[in-house]
């Protein structure tokens, strides 16, 4: 016989026997927003009252366990019940709980599992510690209860990696008690009465004592200070897990205060602003409708975008058609594909096993009648619009009727290739960044006459290929070109204005970028900007001052950075060294162009850098080349190497707001008046307080 009762909405209690389950259902990921905090103290108060179960089973409803605390809740005001007290009534209950965990228990979710007095997982699941993802820390005991079950060092490296831990490593370091397959209530049930047959162990994790570790906690400290010294979270993590040897009452106390600092802060909000950014940046209409079928890739061009774009497609289970023109480039083509493979294999990325199969998928052609039955073609040879008209001509006469063809193009006007074709309909823009197979951003470049079918493909396809699909216009450089080629003058104009290269890379590695402008000009080498300015020469504004004096000179010697060894700087195996012979560059170019070089602070370096990438990003928003702020914010992180905790240039402009930027501008506009030009959409939301927040809100 069982009977249910609802506590409220989100949570009920079934009888069967002398056991009560506990059932959490709150769609879609059963988050621990206030509904389920009351009821879960609710349920357990009341059947300790009672006092007539003798076991009681937590489980949840749908696809997962609970994934953690409600991020929609942060930020906002705090309705009680804390998760910390519901989970010290939890474990202070006089009669055995214990948790049954499937799909992901993550942050909120495994804090819950660890309050209950065993765990049983169901197989497939994972469990793990993301805060640190969000800026913040395990803020429910997690700091606590983790040592207490796994060690210090085991709980350390999750709640600093955040990592999804597989079930089988989790019962191997003492996380779950049990693995069983199954219907989670059904499992529930069948734990809470081996429980009170006795064979099921239970035990509360706050009479666990501690193993102390101070070794282990000085080691990461400082690790993390010569690592992660810009970051918040992660040193507050460490600072919690030391108290773990403390009674649980006073360690709990340390945690929550570490919690609370971590949520106040910047980091914390541009990191969720990532989070929920990442999921809302797709979430559009445009993506929603129909899309074709596709699982047969076309892909012209073996080189180093295309190698990329036809493993991610393999990766993604889709049949790859590569066509080149001559044997040794496919040879070429066919080698990185499979190093690429490999290079999956040994990131975990591909199981060995599948390795063979997944290449077996791979078929390859010089003639381009091979394309004739693919249901998409991704044509990704090198920038020349004449080259790639021809290209789209022939596949207009060779593709299926319905096959979608797309243009790598990093910068070409995406309509002027649609209108060589008979189908400008089935033509779209799929811009990959490199290396094509591990970066998650993909630009889908929307053309005048691109059908919506089509466009709804570009974002299936994103998905299946586990990127970030972003809508973009068309225009010059698409989102993130367009503003790279904005803003990267300002680091040039720096080092010509008194700055070194040097410095500007180290304010800008301050800021949280991994790698500063000149050195990732180094690694993605020198002769592309080049070409690009030589292209650009005859259009170049008069008006414009010109920015890269000192980077022809670079490459007039053949330095192309870190493939020729040499560019900004100097590589000799490990060793990064500056290159003098710039600074020499650097100083007659300041002579002939009559600058006094003045002293630069990092502060202000990273100003005028953001300014400038912000003032082009407001105007591609402005221009509708991107829909939203949030838009852009995404292109950077993903596409970028943009520091994830500052949320994006446009979340980050928020921090700094629209009338502090446009005052900015104007002050740097009294130097030069051609660069420094304030946007139309920065000057109305300074005049009308609104922020790029409210634009994503609005729509
Ligand atoms: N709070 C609120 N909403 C959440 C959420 C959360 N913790 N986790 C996911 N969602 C929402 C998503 O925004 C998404 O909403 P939309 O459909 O409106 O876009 C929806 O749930 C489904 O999420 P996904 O699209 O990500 O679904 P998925 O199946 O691909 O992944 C998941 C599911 C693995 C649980 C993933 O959503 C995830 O990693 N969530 C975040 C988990 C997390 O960081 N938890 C820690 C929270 S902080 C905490 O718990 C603090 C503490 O110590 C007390």
Redesign the pocket.
């Known amino acids: 016989m069982s009977d249910t009762i609802a506590i409220n909405d989100k949570i009920s209690i079934e009888r069967v026997g002398d056991v009560a389950l506990i059932r959490i259902d709150n769609p879609?990921?059963n988050?621990?927003?206030q509904a389920v905090r009351q009821g879960l103290q609710d349920a357990i108060t009341q059947i300790n009252a009672e006092g007539t179960a003798k076991a009681v089973a937590i489980y949840a409803a749908g696809?997962?366990f609970v994934?953690?605390?409600?991020?929609?809740e942060?930020g906002k005001p705090f309705v009680p019940p804390a998760?910390?007290d519901v989970f010290n009534i939890i474990e202070a209950s006089a009669i055995p709980v214990i948790s049954v965990l499937h799909?992901?228990a993550?942050?909120?979710?495994l804090?819950l599992g660890l309050s209950t007095h065993a765990r049983i997982g169901i197989e497939g699941l994972r469990v793990g510690?993301?805060?640190i993802?969000?800026g913040?820390?395990?803020?429910?005991g997690?700091t606590q209860r983790m040592p207490r079950l796994t060690g210090v060092p085991f709980a350390l490296e999750m709640i600093l990696s955040g990592r999804?831990v597989p079930a089988k490593e989790a019962l191997e370091a003492g996380i779950i008690d049990r693995l069983e397959s199954g219907d989670p209530r059904e499992v529930a049930l069948k734990a809470a009465q081996d429980v009170i047959a006795g064979t099921l162990k239970t035990r509360r994790t706050d009479q666990i004592a501690v193993v102390p570790d101070q070794a282990a906690l000085d080691q990461t400290a400082a690790h993390l200070k010569k690592t992660q010294s810009h970051l918040y979270s992660p040193h507050k993590c460490v600072e919690a897990v030391a108290a773990a040897v403390l009674p649980m009452a006073e360690g709990l106390k340390i945690e929550r205060a570490a919690?609370m600092d971590c949520m106040n802060t910047p980091q914390r909000a541009g990191l969720i602003h990532a989070?929920?950014g990442e999921?809302?940046v797709s979430?559009i209409p445009e993506a929603k409708g129909p899309a074709r079928d596709i699982t047969h890739v076309g892909v012209i061009g073996g080189g180093t975008m295309g190698s990329g774009i036809a493993t991610a497609c393999l990766l993604a289970g889709l049949r790859v058609t590569l066509v080149e023109v001559a044997q040794d480039g496919l040879d070429r083509g066919i080698a990185t594909i499979t190093g690429n493979l490999d290079g999956a294999v040994k990131r975990g990325k591909l199981k060995a096993d599948k390795r063979d199969s997944t290449l077996a998928m791979l078929t390859t052609s010089l003639d381009m009648g091979a394309l004739a039955d693919v249901d998409l073609v991704i044509e990704a040879v090198f920038e020349d619009m004449g080259v790639k008209k021809d290209i789209f001509g022939k596949l207009d006469a060779i593709c299926k009727p319905g096959a979608i063809l797309a243009s790598n193009t990093s910068y070409l006007d995406i309509n002027e290739i649609a209108a060589v074709t008979s189908r400008p309909q089935d033509v779209i823009g799929l811009h990959f960044f490199s290396p094509a197979h591990v970066m998650r951003l993909l630009e889908i470049v929307v053309a005048d006459k691109t059908a919506p079918d089509v466009v709804a493909s570009g974002f299936a396809l994103a998905k299946k290929l586990g990127k970030v699909g972003v809508r973009a216009g068309v225009c010059d450089g698409f989102i993130g070109n367009r503003i790279l080629a904005h803003y990267s003058k300002t680091a040039s104009y720096l080092v010509l204005d008194g700055a070194t290269p040097q410095q500007v890379d180290s304010a800008l590695e301050g800021f949280g970028f991994a790698m500063g402008p000149h050195k990732v000009g180094d690694l993605a080498g020198l002769d592309i900007g080049w070409m690009t300015r030589k292209r650009k020469a005859a259009t170049r504004d008069p008006k414009e001052r010109y920015a890269g004096a000192v980077a022809d000179r670079i490459c007039e010697e053949g330095w192309f950075g870190r493939k020729t060894g040499k560019g900004y700087y100097v590589y000799e195996g490990k060793d990064i060294t500056p290159n003098l012979a710039v600074d020499r560059f650097i100083a007659e170019e300041r002579e002939k162009a009559g600058i006094t070089p003045r002293p630069f602070t990092d502060q202000e370096i990273v100003d005028r850098y953001m300014t400038a990438m912000i003032s082009e990003a407001a105007r591609v928003v402005e221009d509708g080349t991107a829909r939203r702020p949030l838009d852009v914010d995404m292109v950077f992180l993903f596409g970028y190497g943009f520091p994830r905790h500052r949320g994006g240039p446009l979340h980050y402009a928020d921090t700094i707001g629209a009338a502090a930027l446009v005052a900015r501008i104007k002050d740097y506009a009294k130097e030069d008046a051609t660069y420094w030009q304030v946007p139309a959409l920065l000057e109305k939301m300074a005049a009308n307080g609104t922020s790029f927040a409210d634009m994503n809100k609005e729509a």
Do not use: K, S, Y
């Not at 993550?106 to 979710?109: E, F, N, Q, W």
């Not at 913040?136 to 429910?140: C, H, I």
């Open positions: 879609p990921v988050a621990t927003g696809r997962t994934a953690g605390a409600d991020i929609r942060f998760l910390p799909g992901t993550l942050g909120g979710g804090e510690l993301p805060e993802l969000l913040l820390l395990p803020g429910a997690g999804q919690f989070f929920f999921r809302a979430n």
